[in-house]
């Protein structure tokens, strides 16, 4: 097995390239190292950008003017084949952290602190050819949001917080890991991910988490939803909601699913599409939508221990006609602590 050094160097220095970075450079450093029909996706209101004059316009170079001195603060770092839908082997690297800044100008409309910012990000890039090829880049913009003091939404079922990475501290495999292990977890995810399709047969979800998840497992969800500890709170604060506020939910697929070592993960474009029915994130019902997810996990021996989710909620609301951004804007000037709307 050749392995994934070349990959995770590639994306390495790609990574360091960025951090030089300025409004008026980053489109060549960009273009260093991805190719010309680079595709790249991010949350709304970036979505799809092709190469990297576009991707440089739509997000890295309105993010460097609103944020100084900005840092990669990686906390998971890893590398596999994606061998989705029976398709070629493609190798994927994910990397997922926070971007350490100071705000020190509107983002997106958010409006600035002058204080410490941290954006929570996860991004897969798949490489061929020694160039990046394709990437998905998330990030958590209504916790940004809550950070400038806004309150988007209403109280959230779980805890917003800053979150952070694996209780191990092991999630950056500079090294390639052994295949076996890398096998094992994408082997867990894969029986999670199925169990779940058979919920619906379900009668108490507290039977069905134990089957693949420690009880003191960890789920860092987006802001909108929260974070939650336990099997118990997270089938109160995230599980219960999810499913007795959502109806038809169908599962699209994932574009890379992928994992080494005991870490693992996928995005899809979009995963789910369902239909609210009204109390989920206290919002009322609405029409059909759909959801953008990236799951990134640690596994701990034959289970689950921790899971870092992201889901584009920007796009997910603006599909059932709230779109946050622009209600934002009617806020002159944006008082801290205020509710949009």
Not at 257 to 271: K, Q, T, V
Request: with cysteine.
């Amino acid at each position: 097995m050749a392995g994934f050094q070349d990959a995770k160097a590639l994306v390495r220095a790609h990574h360091a390239a960025l951090a030089g970075a300025a409004p008026d450079t980053v489109a060549d450093i960009l273009a260093e190292r991805t190719g010309a029909g680079w595709h790249w996706r991010g949350v709304h209101p970036f979505n799809e950008q092709h190469g990297a004059q576009a991707v440089a316009e739509s997000f890295w170079a309105p993010f460097l003017t609103a944020m100084s001195r900005v840092q990669r603060r990686e906390d998971i770092f890893f590398a596999g084949d994606n061998e989705q839908d029976g398709g070629p082997r493609a190798t994927w690297v994910v990397s997922m952290g926070h971007l350490m800044a100071l705000f020190d100008r509107p983002f997106v409309g958010i409006p600035p602190t002058r204080k410490i910012a941290m954006l929570r990000y996860a991004e897969f890039n798949r490489v061929e050819g020694g160039k990046i090829v394709e990437t998905a880049f998330f990030c958590d913009l209504i916790h940004l949001m809550h950070q400038a003091g806004l309150r988007p939404l209403p109280p959230q079922t779980a805890a917003h917080l800053v979150q952070p990475g694996p209780l191990t501290h092991d999630g950056l495999l500079r090294d390639d890991a052994d295949p076996a292990e890398g096998a094992e977890t994408l082997a867990l995810i894969e029986r999670m991910i199925h169990r779940i399709g058979a919920a619906g047969r379900v009668v108490d979800p507290r039977g069905e988490l134990p089957q693949d998840w420690h009880d003191d497992m960890i789920w860092w969800g987006p802001d909108g939803i929260g974070a939650t500890y336990t099997i118990d709170r997270y089938a109160e604060q995230h599980q219960a909601p999810f499913r007795n506020h959502n109806k038809d939910r169908t599962f699209n697929g994932h574009i890379a699913r992928l994992a080494e070592g005991s870490y693992g993960g996928f995005f899809g474009w979009p995963n789910l599409s369902l239909t609210p029915l009204g109390g989920y994130m206290g919002l009322p019902a609405g029409p059909r939508a759909d959801m953008r997810v990236v799951d990134i996990y640690r596994r701990d021996g034959d289970k689950l221990a921790e899971n870092w989710v992201f889901i584009d909620m920007l796009h997910f609301l603006r599909m059932q006609g709230l779109d946050l951004l622009e209600r934002q804007k009617a806020l002159v000037p944006p008082a801290p602590g205020a509710m949009l709307g």
